[in-house]
């Protein structure tokens, strides 16, 4: 049974920066398609950004594209979510997510159709001046 356990949020003014972790136990992230979402207050979850097992592919919603990063150390077995340059709207509960695909896949599915079989518990991001 895979354990995602999300970290590293907090209350950052606009045009800052934060780094969420994801650590995994249980088993190895290196089977795993991972992706990040978020919900906003009074909105609907959403896919922000996913990354494949290889760690060879990534995607990531257009709002973030330039300013997001998601990254993978096996060592660590954790992902990554460097959010630079924040706003606003990126104010929310950001989840981890896996979905079971097997070692060293290049295919990551759509992030509005990502179904995953684990969620972590989530952490908070508040982007205000």
């Known amino acids: 049974q895979l354990q995602l356990v999300e970290s590293g949020g907090g209350l950052v003014q606009p045009g800052g920066s934060l780094r969420l972790s994801c650590a995994a136990s249980?088993?190895?992230?290196?089977?795993?398609?991972i992706a990040w979402f978020r919900q906003a207050p009074g909105k609907e979850r959403e896919g922000v950004s996913c990354?494949?097992?290889?760690?060879?592919?990534?995607d990531y919603v257009d709002s973030v594209k330039g300013r997001f990063t998601i990254a993978t150390n096996n060592a660590k077995n954790t992902v990554y979510l460097q959010m630079n340059s924040l706003k606003p709207e990126d104010t929310g509960v950001y989840y981890c997510?896996?979905?079971?695909?097997?070692?060293?896949?290049?295919?990551?599915?759509?992030?509005?159709?990502?179904?995953?079989?684990?969620w972590g518990q989530g952490t908070q991001v508040t982007v205000s001046s």
């Open positions: 249980g088993d190895t992230l290196e089977l795993y398609t």
């Open positions: 997510a896996a979905l079971h695909i097997g070692y060293g896949s290049t295919w990551l599915p759509p992030l509005s159709g990502f179904d995953p079989d684990y």
């Open positions: 990354i494949s097992s290889s760690g060879s592919s990534t």
